[in-house]
């Protein structure tokens, strides 16, 4: 298991857990973030900074530490 936050650009990986509390975790799935969805690494800001992901046909911006609370199977 992996971190969103550890993956490179272009890698496709598979949601396999969201550990966040509450709030978090609505407002991702809200966004589409679901166990189960496959996603992929479109861009990185430099330093440390937000990450562009695409979830089928959306893209959503996450902060990093969002990324390391979503845990991802590479597929």
């Keep these: 298991m992996r971190f969103l936050s550890q993956l490179q650009i272009g890698q496709r990986a598979v949601i396999a ?8 975790f609505h ?22 900074g937000p990450l562009h992901v695409r979830l089928g046909t959306t893209d959503v911006i996450l902060r990093g530490t969002e ?3 979503i845990q991802v199977s590479i597929s």
């Excluded at 857990?17 to 978090?24: F, G, H, M, Q, T």
């Excluded at 799935?29 to 166990?35: C, D, I, M, T, Y």
């Design 67 to 69: 990324a390391a609370r």
């Design 17 to 24: 857990a969201i550990e966040a509390e509450e709030s978090l």
């Design 27 to 48: 407002r991702l799935s809200a966004l589409g973030f679901r166990v189960g969805k496959p996603l992929s690494i479109i861009r990185r800001a430099n330093f440390n």
